[in-house]
């Protein structure tokens, strides 16, 4: 059974046998799972098809129980990892991913993002996520959330959030000359974008896309989201010779320098993309002349299709999408941004960029406030 048993199947079956024995504890719970099963066990986590789940038991209303160090969990962490929580009489599941911890409880003194300490709790686990909540039936948004955001990136907002650990200095604090550069921002995209030379630009991306074409469509196929957008950007910006995402830039009439973002959008799913770090981008716009925009890649793998589109991020369509992820908002960062809502309309013939300047600034003042 274990080979065909996904994650769906998996909390069914515990939920049945819950039904057949409701007095059942934790130690008789994971014991008839794993017989029933066979899943394989890796100390204390069950490791299934493309998941894993760690049992625990809580007798009252809270759950506060050690749950498991946070190197263990790196070990499971691109995949869905979930922890089944036996109560007397019933089953509670959760989704334990590093994006849904609020931060690091035990032992954790010596936590750094180069030094992986501590384990947490329970009520380290947040119960929703940005206002879904965090149980089976919303399992697989929430496992499409987590998707876009790296180890890395989350062990960095654990570090910050972590209750007497100082976090490394992420945080950009613009002086007086920077938040009037910053600010002029929407009114500088507004005028390159409709320079002939971004014309260019754009069109020497599709090029590049119409030569790769079939290893794009291929690499679209990647289940991992992470390393499916590494390996389409990859492929684009290998061929200008670019060795990091924010190196993809190009000088401008007015000693101005357009800066791209490649976004990928699969069109035949739904997906909410994270946009941008708000401290990076804000510390981009803080220089003279600069233009910040997507570079959005829209694949139909299954009908062959690829589009492509440089919008800004004051473009209407995307501040309309642009949501800003609280739960990544800590003491020494403004957090993250995220596409929300159908942004296909991007890709469309007939769609006409156009940067809303005064939205735009509306968006930056709030972001620099934060």
């Known amino acids: 059974m274990a080979e065909n048993t996904n994650l769906t199947d998996a909390v069914t079956l515990l939920l049945e046998l819950k039904s057949e024995q409701p007095r059942a504890n934790k130690a008789q719970i994971e014991a008839a799972f794993s017989e029933r099963t066979g899943f394989r066990k890796e100390r204390s986590v069950y490791v299934g098809n493309g998941f894993a789940i760690r049992f625990s038991e809580a007798n009252t209303g809270s759950f506060s129980n050690v749950v498991l160090s946070l190197s263990a969990l790196q070990k499971y962490d691109a995949t869905p990892t979930v922890i089944c929580i036996v109560r007397p009489d019933h089953l509670d599941f959760r989704l334990a991913n590093?994006?849904?911890?609020?931060?690091?409880?035990?032992?954790?003194?010596?936590?750094?993002?180069?030094?992986?300490?501590?384990?947490?709790?329970?009520?380290?686990?947040?119960?929703?996520?940005?206002?879904?909540?965090?149980?089976?039936?919303?399992?697989?948004?929430?496992?499409?959330?987590?998707?876009?955001?790296?180890?890395?990136?989350?062990?960095?907002?654990?570090?910050?959030?972590?209750?007497?650990?100082?976090?490394?200095?992420?945080?950009?604090?613009?002086?007086?000359?920077?938040?009037?550069?910053?600010?002029?921002?929407?009114?500088?995209?507004?005028?390159?974008?409709?320079?002939?030379?971004?014309?260019?630009?754009?069109?020497?991306?599709?090029?590049?896309?119409?030569?790769?074409?079939?290893?794009?469509?291929?690499?679209?196929?990647?289940?991992?989201?992470?390393?499916?957008?590494?390996?389409?950007?990859?492929?684009?910006?290998?061929e200008l010779n670019a060795h990091r995402l924010d190196d993809l830039t190009y000088e401008l009439p007015r000693e101005s320098t357009l800066i791209v973002d490649i976004k990928t959008k699969l069109l035949d799913r739904a997906s909410a993309p994270k946009a941008y770090n708000i401290d990076k981008m804000l510390r981009t716009l803080s220089r003279p002349g600069s233009i910040f925009c997507f570079y959005f890649i829209g694949i139909d793998a299954s009908n062959g299709v690829i589009r492509s589109r440089i919008v800004s991020i004051f473009d209407s369509l995307v501040l309309s999408a642009t949501r800003i992820q609280t739960h990544w908002a800590g003491r020494e960062s403004r957090g993250v941004t995220q596409l929300t809502g159908n942004i296909a309309e991007i890709f469309s013939p007939n769609y006409r960029p156009s940067v809303d300047v005064q939205r735009g600034k509306a968006l930056l003042k709030q972001l620099i406030e934060r």
Do not use: C, M
């Not at 009520?123 to 879904?132: F, N, W």
């Not at 119409?210 to 950007?233: F, H, K, M, P, W």
């Open 98 to 238: 590093a994006t849904f911890l609020k931060r690091i409880s035990h032992s954790s003194h010596n936590l750094r993002v180069d030094n992986i300490k501590g384990s947490f709790l329970g009520h380290d686990i947040v119960d929703e996520y940005e206002g879904v909540p965090n149980r089976p039936d919303r399992f697989n948004e929430l496992i499409a959330i987590h998707a876009k955001f790296t180890w890395e990136e989350n062990v960095e907002r654990l570090v910050e959030t972590t209750n007497t650990i100082v976090a490394r200095a992420t945080r950009f604090k613009p002086v007086s000359d920077n938040l009037s550069i910053i600010l002029d921002a929407p009114a500088r995209a507004a005028v390159a974008l409709n320079l002939p030379q971004v014309a260019e630009i754009e069109r020497q991306l599709s090029a590049i896309i119409q030569r790769r074409r079939n290893e794009l469509l291929a690499a679209a196929q990647l289940d991992n989201v992470n390393i499916r957008g590494n390996t389409i950007e990859q492929l684009i910006t290998g």
